[in-house]
Each structure stands twice: as C-alpha cells, then as structure tokens.
C-alpha cells in the first residue's frame, strides 16, 4: 500500500510518546496514537485501500501534533508540589539540539521541587513546515520561583 503516513513512522512516534511519562496528557496522546495505528495497521492490509479513510487518518494526525503540545490536557491545573492553581502560558516550542550553558538540574529535582516552572516546550529534533510553532503550558508562580533559587544557588562562579 502507498501512503504517506507510513506505519513504521506512527508507530514510532506512538512507542515514543507511550513511554514519555505517566500525566494524564501522556496517557490520553498513547491512547489516541494507539487507535491511529490500529487503525492504520488494518488499512495496510486492505488490497484497495479508501483514499478517504488514509486522507481522515492524516488529518487526525495533523490535530494530534498539535495536541501532544497542548501540554495543559489530561491534567488537574494544580501544582502537585505546591498545591495552588496554576496559570496557562501559550508558548514557543524549541525544536532541535537545545544547548544551555547554565547548570540545570536532574529530572528527580525538577519533578519534585519545581515541575511546572519552564515556560516553554522542547519539540523534539524533527520539525517542518508544518509543526506547531507554539503549545500551551501550565506555569506555578511558585515554581518558577523555585527553580530561579535553584539556579542561583548553583550558578557558575
């Protein structure tokens, strides 16, 4: 079957998002990808595949990317750290090998001392023209402070 939605490619990025993390926004995106690729993996089969149901599932791929950076989806809204509700912050997303000069902390630290403080979004390594350019986010006030503590106790000198 010719597609332009490989199988080998969906299913990819669904192993990968699948195993990103544990929120509710993990679980609904695998969720989600894993109805596309059943989906996907029955039409491969198909001798005279419909045109119009490939065309749907590339459509429902094209509104999934920008859903896997509405990172606010399946969530609860609340600081699980800090316990007061956080705000939502439509923000850039940065695509490719991110470098940063500043010390930054493990991910035990960050998930357990100031989860919801970065106000932007890491899009991975593959972008065209068509990826979102922003996504949304939750922000706690007191995560951010947290983490500008954090990065001032251990700043380079």
């Given at each position: 079957?010719?597609?332009?939605?490989?199988?080998?490619?969906?299913?990819?990025?669904?192993?990968?998002?699948?195993?990103?993390?544990?929120?509710?926004?993990?679980?609904?995106?695998?969720?989600?990808?894993?109805?596309?690729?059943?989906?996907?993996?029955?039409?491969?089969?198909?001798?005279?595949?419909?045109?119009?149901?490939?065309?749907?599932?590339?459509?429902?791929?094209?509104?999934?990317?920008?859903?896997?950076?509405?990172?606010?989806?399946?969530?609860?809204?609340?600081?699980?750290?800090?316990?007061?509700?956080?705000?939502?912050?439509?923000?850039?997303?940065?695509?490719?090998?991110?470098?940063?000069?500043?010390?930054?902390?493990?991910?035990?630290?960050?998930?357990?001392?100031?989860?919801f403080a970065r106000d932007w979004i890491v899009g991975g390594c593959i972008v065209s023209d068509g990826s979102p350019k922003t996504g949304k986010v939750f922000l706690c006030p007191k995560c951010?402070?947290?983490?500008?503590?954090?990065?001032?106790?251990?700043?380079?000198?």
């Amino acid at each position: 079957m010719k597609s332009s939605l490989p199988a080998c490619l969906l299913f990819a990025f669904f192993v990968a998002v699948a195993g990103a993390g544990e929120s509710g926004h993990d679980r609904y995106i695998a969720k989600v990808f894993e109805q596309l690729k059943d989906e996907l993996l029955v039409l491969s089969h198909d001798p005279n595949p419909n045109p119009g149901k490939l065309a749907d599932i590339q459509k429902r791929m094209d509104q999934l990317e920008k859903e896997t950076f509405d990172l606010t989806k399946g969530e609860s809204g609340i600081c699980p750290v800090h316990h007061i509700k956080m705000q939502i912050k439509e923000t850039q997303i940065a695509f490719g090998l991110l470098a940063v000069k500043e010390p930054q902390p493990d991910s035990k630290t960050r998930e357990t001392r100031f989860p919801f403080a970065r106000d932007w979004i890491v899009g991975g390594c593959i972008v065209s023209d068509g990826s979102p350019k922003t996504g949304k986010v939750f922000l706690c006030p007191k995560c951010v402070g947290a983490e500008k503590a954090w990065m001032k106790a251990h700043e380079e000198k």
